[in-house]
């Protein structure tokens, strides 16, 4: 059976069509319009950028080296005269200044051997002085009259002695009654002549040897006399420098022998620290600058220090030089009377040394090419004016977050310090 097709209606296509044709039209206009109302495009902005001066680097290098801190002078002290201890307040840990009152002993024995050497003096002195003047006028009037007494005595006695040598001669005195007489006929005469020397001295002084023998005896006493003041002081027991007792070795009340330790004292008005040095820096010694020493247990606190000692020989068992730097804790400092340094604290000992020659210093972050470590492509923009111009560099090392570079950089030129990877030669730039 054939079927015949039937002819499509050509109204609907047209309709189609024109649909469309609007629709196109309509789009157009739109995107015109919307066109129309938008802002004219801004033109590009030079880069926004930070600048920093060219500045020389530091011209001291340190080097660091681990020490221990150490007393810088211990003393074990001690009695020169012995006693007994009283009168002590030692306590380890105590602080005493310079001539502080440490320890003492009984004074009693020493003070009175002073007190009987004084009395020694002074009578020495009086007689000295009686031997060079002579008498009082009245002392001589006695001494005159005793003698006038002693001749009469001595005349009479005198006398009789010659009666009983006629009487025993004669048999008719006995040989007793003779003795008498004699015997006081000799006191008698003993008596005159002892009153006569005694009034010659009251009159005229007292022979020359005489008066040297007293003198040199005085000086004697004198001697004696500081000796016994010497060692009573020496009952008093002074801190020879401000200081703090580490160690005590006696009791109150025990008695000490001359030369027994009593405490063991250390020295607070400095510090010692000792460090070991390698070969590296021996050979520099000339370049020093100064020392300076940072506690483990006072982080960013920096103590000046100065040389003590330096060994010139290795350490036995080491390739190291011993060095020992001092801080002297007794500078009126009042922020440092906040810490307390003991020997046995673990320290840093910093070392500033000089350099040769000062090379230049900037950012690591302003040199561009392999990220500035390649110092053969090394650069840095320059800031003329508006805009940058590449200047190359050479790289001599890197310190953290700086470079020191060799180039002909002026110091009051300027150059990019971030963002120098994405400039380009001659590009205008903002500054920051």
């Known amino acids: 059976m054939n079927t015949e097709s039937k002819p499509k209606p050509r109204g609907r296509s047209k309709i189609v069509a024109g649909a469309i044709l609007l629709a196109l039209l309509v789009g157009i206009v739109a995107f015109e319009i919307s066109r129309l109302q938008k802002p004219p495009t801004e033109l590009p902005q030079p880069p926004l950028v930070r600048v920093v001066a060219v500045a020389p680097a530091a ?46 002993l009984d004074p009693r024995d020493y003070e009175l051997a002073v007190q009987r050497l004084d009395a020694e003096l002074l009578s020495a002195e009086s007689l000295f002085a009686a031997m060079k003047t002579g008498a009082r006028p009245e002392d001589v009037a006695s001494l005159q009259s005793q003698l006038a007494a002693a001749e009469s005595a001595y005349t ?56 040297e023998a007293t ?90 220090a100065t040389l003590k000692e330096l060994g010139r020989a290795i350490q036995r068992g080491r390739q190291t030089y011993p060095l020992q730097v001092r801080i002297n804790l007794s500078q009126e400092n009042e922020t440092w009377k906040r810490y307390s340094l003991f020997p046995g604290m673990a320290a840093m000992v910093l070392i500033d040394l000089a350099r040769p020659v000062g090379p230049q210093t900037l950012p690591l972050a302003a040199l561009h090419g392999e990220d500035g470590s390649d110092s053969s492509e090394s650069a840095v923009w320059v800031v003329e004016n508006d805009h940058v111009v590449r200047r190359a560099v050479k790289l001599l090392r890197v310190v953290g977050t700086s470079a020191e570079i060799e180039s002909d950089l002026k110091p009051d030129e300027k150059v990019v310090a971030a963002g120098a990877k994405f400039l380009h030669d001659g590009q205008k730039i903002r500054l920051e």
Do not use: C, W
């Not at 380890?92 to 440490?102: A, M, Q, S």
């Not at 250390?266 to 300076?292: C, H, N, Q």
């Open 156 to 211: 009479t006695a005198e006398t009789n002695l010659h009666r009983f040598t006629a009487l025993l001669a004669d048999q008719v005195a006995s040989q007793a009654q003779f003795d008498t007489a004699k015997t006081t006929y000799d006191a008698a005469k003993g008596q005159k002549e002892t009153l006569r020397n005694e009034l010659e001295k009251a009159t005229t002084g007292a022979r020359k040897e005489d008066i």
């Open 59 to 104: 011209k001291f290098e340190t080097k660091s080296y681990p020490g221990v801190a150490k007393e810088s002078q211990i003393a074990k002290l001690s009695f020169r005269v012995a006693g007994k201890l009283v009168d002590s307040e030692m306590l380890v840990g105590t602080k005493i200044e310079k001539n502080g009152v440490v320890a003492k």
């Open 215 to 304: 003198a040199a005896k005085i000086t004697g006493i004198k001697a004696g006399l500081n000796t016994a003041k010497n060692a009573l002081d020496d009952t008093v027991l002074k801190a020879p420098f401000d200081g703090m007792i580490v160690e005590k070795f006696i009791e109150d009340h025990e008695v000490v022998s001359p030369g027994m330790p009593i405490v063991s004292f250390v020295d607070v008005s400095k510090i010692d620290v000792a460090v070991s040095l390698p070969e590296e820096i021996i050979v520099r010694m000339d370049d020093i600058r100064g020392y300076r020493v940072e506690f483990e247990s006072y982080p960013g606190q920096i103590f000046p």
